[in-house]
């Protein structure tokens, strides 16, 4: 799926740039004990390679560690990665997910902005985005409001979290589910992940929504 998508979007304009690795926790506590997150974030320098960026090609942006990404006003990383994509300067962004970048969404449409007019790429470990494609960039949008929005409802208790993280993990986890989460798209019957037996009740979820949950 990988090689798919880079054949379609990685051109030589883009390899004859820099790209940018993007890391950053929220806190010191983070920084500190979990390390696995860190692990994951700079294991992104290795899909840059593959998808075609010589290895001194990727320059890693990690001084904002311990930083919010409520606000870019104190991040001077974020600062410095959004000055190389609108100075033309990047072929690519890469990041774990777009609430690395930004958890604000002006910030974050910034940045989309900036990388449809220069024709940067966006990677996460999700998939290869380009922002001057229409799917792409409304799926990055709607990316970066449910980041926003994990921002404002951090906690598991909060409605958000409730309505739909929670969802999301059943589906994930693929086993001791009481309940069936139902699939729905417009105009189409429910799909039901899990057979009706269990059901005290059903979750009923868009299919984009499972998407940007990172659920296939």
Same mark, same amino acid.
């Given at each position: 799926?990988?090689?798919?998508?880079? %054949?379609?979007?990685v051109?030589?304009a883009?390899?004859?740039?820099?790209a940018?690795?993007y890391?950053? @926790? %929220?806190?010191?506590? @983070?920084?500190l004990h979990?390390?696995?997150s860190a $692990?994951?974030?700079?294991?992104?320098?290795?899909?840059?390679i593959?998808?075609?960026? +010589?290895?001194a090609?990727?320059?890693?942006?990690d $001084?904002?560690q311990?930083?919010?990404?409520?606000? #870019? #006003?104190d991040?001077?990383?974020?600062?410095?990665?959004?000055?190389?994509?609108?100075?033309?300067?990047?072929?690519?962004?890469?990041?774990?997910?777009c609430?690395?970048?930004?958890?604000?969404?002006?910030?974050w449409?910034?940045?989309?902005e900036?990388?449809g007019?220069?024709?940067?790429?966006?990677?996460g470990?999700?998939?290869?985005?380009?922002?001057?494609?229409f799917?792409?960039r409304?799926?990055?949008?709607?990316?970066?409001?449910?980041?926003?929005a994990l921002?404002?409802?951090?906690?598991?208790?909060?409605?958000?979290?409730?309505s739909?993280?929670?969802s999301?993990?059943?589906?994930? +986890?693929?086993?001791?589910?009481k309940s069936?989460v139902?699939?729905?798209?417009?105009g189409?019957?429910?799909?039901?992940?899990?057979?009706?037996?269990?059901?005290?009740? $059903?979750r009923?979820?868009?299919l984009?929504?499972?998407?940007?949950?990172?659920? %296939?």
């Amino acid at each position: 799926m990988l090689a798919d998508t880079a %054949s379609s979007k990685v051109t030589a304009a883009h390899l004859s740039r820099t790209a940018l690795l993007y890391v950053r @926790q %929220s806190s010191l506590k @983070q920084v500190l004990h979990n390390t696995e997150s860190a $692990i994951r974030q700079y294991d992104l320098r290795g899909k840059a390679i593959a998808l075609g960026w +010589a290895a001194a090609q990727v320059t890693v942006i990690d $001084i904002d560690q311990g930083q919010s990404g409520a606000s #870019a #006003a104190d991040r001077e990383g974020f600062q410095q990665l959004v000055a190389e994509v609108s100075l033309g300067r990047a072929g690519i962004v890469l990041g774990l997910e777009c609430s690395r970048l930004a958890r604000n969404s002006a910030d974050w449409h910034q940045l989309l902005e900036l990388c449809g007019m220069t024709g940067t790429l966006i990677c996460g470990e999700d998939g290869l985005y380009d922002p001057r494609t229409f799917n792409d960039r409304l799926l990055l949008g709607m990316k970066g409001q449910m980041s926003e929005a994990l921002c404002r409802y951090p906690h598991s208790g909060s409605p958000f979290n409730r309505s739909f993280l929670t969802s999301t993990t059943d589906v994930r +986890a693929g086993h001791n589910r009481k309940s069936p989460v139902c699939l729905a798209d417009p105009g189409t019957p429910l799909t039901c992940v899990t057979p009706l037996k269990w059901r005290p009740r $059903i979750r009923i979820m868009p299919l984009w929504a499972l998407h940007l949950a990172g659920v %296939s």
